[in-house]
């Protein structure tokens, strides 16, 4: 009896375990803009929701609002594989918001 419940235990941890564990880092690159004056910016911001371009709009729109900024576009959504060829290019503003 012991084994099978072992087993049943096992089991579950590891169900319950491997979606943290799985689930990658998934960032956004996007451009935004603040207004009088006109100010422009690129970033790129690490996404905490799904991993696809209608989510990473609605996630970045009230973080980039809190700090006066509104969100034109999302260029894409890419794992870490993406992160490093962006830092530069987006400066101040990678991993800001």
Same mark, same amino acid.
């Given at each position: 009896?012991?084994?099978?419940?072992?087993?049943?235990?096992?089991?579950?941890?590891?169900?319950?375990?491997?979606?943290?564990?799985?689930?990658a880092a998934?960032?956004?690159d996007y451009?935004?803009?603040? +207004?009088?004056? $006109?100010?422009?910016?690129?970033?790129?911001? @690490?996404?905490?929701?799904?991993?696809?371009?209608? @989510?990473?709009?609605? @996630?970045?729109?009230?973080?980039?609002?809190? +700090?006066?900024?509104?969100? $034109?576009?999302?260029?894409?959504?890419?794992? +870490? +594989?993406?992160?490093?060829?962006?830092?530069?290019?987006?400066?101040?503003?990678?991993?800001?918001?």
């Amino acid at each position: 009896m012991k084994h099978p419940l072992a087993i049943t235990l096992s089991l579950t941890l590891l169900a319950v375990a491997a979606p943290q564990g799985a689930s990658a880092a998934c960032y956004a690159d996007y451009k935004a803009k603040q +207004d009088n004056p $006109l100010k422009l910016h690129y970033g790129v911001a @690490e996404l905490t929701g799904a991993c696809a371009k209608k @989510e990473a709009k609605a @996630e970045l729109t009230p973080r980039l609002a809190r +700090d006066g900024w509104t969100l $034109l576009n999302v260029l894409s959504v890419f794992g +870490d +594989d993406g992160l490093q060829e962006r830092k530069e290019s987006a400066g101040t503003y990678f991993l800001r918001f």
